[in-house]
């Protein structure tokens, strides 16, 4: 089983659309997560942190269920700068908080 | 201010050459990071420097692999000799030190990657 686990998709949606990912991580002793944004060719960029209690940027939902050791990002009125893969990061180390793990990425396509 | 850079951006080499890769960090980051990207893989940690030392290199994949920091600004990856699966892509990740308090939602800034190709 991976460490982080996403549906590759790829996830096709008009302008305007609400969409979701889901992220799975296998160890329960995970402290830290994050969404991250990666274009094609390029390199990834941090998108947000995600604590705890949920937290919102802009049209952007992150929520983390402990207990169901999944992350889900939401993107909401969604643009077609929004394309791209979303990668999910955990950390997963107790000796090493700053350790990530990546999953393989969720691609997202926004049609006019 | 600059980000993290990479050089070269690609490299194709043959089997059984040796490559060497480069990292610069965001300045004043002590933390730096290498990771790689294998076709139609996610990307895996190689291991982590605080300044100079290595404080974990759990993911270096064999000997073949050496990451030095000297001076603890920037990082070497040399990769001798380089095998067929090694090619992908390798991307290099600063971040700031916490100090004395553990920041467990800590940044790490990537670089663009370098492309590396063996035949």
């Known amino acids: 089983r991976k460490e982080v686990e996403q549906d590759p998709g790829p996830f096709n949606v008009p302008e305007g659309a609400t969409v979701a990912f889901n992220c799975t991580y296998s160890?329960?002793?995970?402290?830290?997560f994050f969404w991250y944004r990666q274009d094609c060719r390029k390199e990834p960029k941090l998108l947000m942190s995600?604590?705890?209690s949920g937290n919102e940027d802009g049209r952007f939902t992150a929520q983390l269920n402990r207990a169901s050791q999944y992350i889900s990002l939401l993107i909401r009125d969604s643009k077609l700068s929004d394309s791209a893969t979303y990668l999910c990061?955990?950390?997963?180390?107790?000796?090493?908080?700053?350790?990530?793990?990546f999953g393989s990425g969720t691609k997202l396509n926004v049609k006019p | 201010e600059a980000g993290v850079t990479q050089f070269p951006s690609h490299s194709v080499i043959e089997k059984g050459q040796t490559v060497t890769l480069r990292c610069d960090p965001i300045?004043?980051?002590?933390?730096l990071y290498w990771y790689r990207r294998v076709m139609g893989k996610e990307i895996k940690f190689l291991l982590h420097?605080?300044?100079?030392?290595?404080?974990?290199e759990s993911g270096m994949p064999n000997n073949r692999f050496l990451a030095e920091r000297t001076g603890g600004t920037y990082s070497t990856l040399k990769v001798q000799p380089a095998e067929l699966e090694d090619s992908g892509v390798y991307f290099c990740?600063?971040?700031?030190?916490?100090?004395?308090?553990?920041?467990?939602?800590?940044?790490?800034?990537f670089g663009p990657g370098t492309r590396l190709l063996v035949l």
């Open positions: 990740a600063s971040s700031q030190d916490s100090g004395t308090s553990r920041n467990l939602q800590e940044t790490q800034y």
């Open positions: 160890n329960s002793a995970s402290q830290s």
């Open positions: 995600v604590y705890s």
């Open positions: 990061v955990v950390n997963m180390s107790p000796d090493n908080f700053n350790k990530f793990y």
């Open positions: 300045s004043g980051h002590d933390n």
């Open positions: 420097f605080v300044k100079e030392s290595k404080q974990d």
